[in-house]
Structures are given as C-alpha cells and as structure tokens.
C-alpha cells in the first residue's frame, strides 16, 4: 500500500505545484496498474525464494534433530546404524571393517524405523511446499489488490483533481486500518497498538514524500 500511496502522491504534489496543468487519468491508471503487477510478481517470486531457502535449512535442522541422513541412493537411514555398531563392540562381536558403515545391511527394526521416518518426512514436505506456495501466492496478490482499488478513483473521472487523490489516500487509509487489524489478529497481539503503527508509517510516508518532493 504504501508504494503506491508513494507513486499518487509524487502525482498529487505535481499537481499543487501546477494546478493549470491537469492530469490525465490515464497516466495514473497506467502508473498504478504497471506497479501494482510488478509488486505482484515481486511478492509472489521473493515471498517463494525466502519461503523456499528457510524451508531447506529448516528441512536439515529436523534432519539432524531426528537422527536421520541420506544413504547414497538417497534413502533414509537411521543413525541408529553406529549405535548397533557400538552394541556389537561392547558385547565383543567381531565387526566387518570391510563393509562401509553406510552399506551395512539394516536390521529389520531399524528398517521400518526408517521407513517410516520416510513417510514421516514425506508428509513435512508436501505440507511445507503447499504452505509456501500459499503464503506466495498471498503475498503477492495482497499488494497487487491494495494497488488496484486504490486508483478505482481514477477510473471515474477523464482528469486526475484534488478530490480524486483524496478519495484515493481515504482508501488506502482505510486499508491500512485493516491491515492492522489483521496483523494483529495473525500475531495474537494488541490491534490497537498494530493499527497505530501501521497509521504511522501511513503518515510518515506522507510527510516526508511531500518534504522531498515539494522542496
């Protein structure tokens, strides 16, 4: 929202500083439309990126928390392997030295272990790959909407005017409301305290866009 409260608002102080000079709707429409697919794209490709890196080393971490490693073919193995070693020394069990750890043959406990910490990871990663491709997809569409139905004022009217631009920062000013509001529903924390940030950062924005600009 408030990339595109920046773009109206470069529109709207050309617009004080040249009230004579009228704006063509058409240029803010494109302006906005163009930004808002491009936060879309954004959001969606960089939210995926982040999602997917975070997911890898949180993949690994688990890994390593339950005990589990890949075979070369790719199988999962328990760890289990090196304590059964450890077992056959104790109990004074001549050991094959010739046959690489990794290729020791599993005990059938340790194979359904790992069968079904197999299962187990399988399940993980469908979950994570469908929530990570879900938290993209709404990361992307959500500023790809707040741009758009911030210039439907500009679809009313052939000549951008101050009470177009109005009429566009009570709407973003009424979403950023929300969006407080759901932040703080999601995070389980003060709405009031979320809204008034959000309300901050709406009027900061403001205020200094128009200091550089109209300086």
Known sequence: MLTILGILLGFFVFLIRNPNQPIDSSYIILTGLGTSISMLISGISGSYLSERAEQKKGKKELERAMGMVNDDNGELLDIIIEDEEEIEKAMVIPI????????????????????KLKKIK?????????????????????PFLGGVVAIIPFFLVEEAGISSFIMSFIIIFICIIFLGIFLGIISEESIPKNIIQMVAAFSITIIITILILGG
């Open 96 to 115: 094959n030295n010739s046959i690489p750890k990794r290729k020791k043959k599993l005990t059938k406990r340790s194979r359904e272990k790992a069968e």
């Open 122 to 142: 399988t399940l993980h990663e469908k979950a994570e790959r469908f929530t990570g491709g879900f938290v993209s997809i709404v990361n992307g569409i959500s």
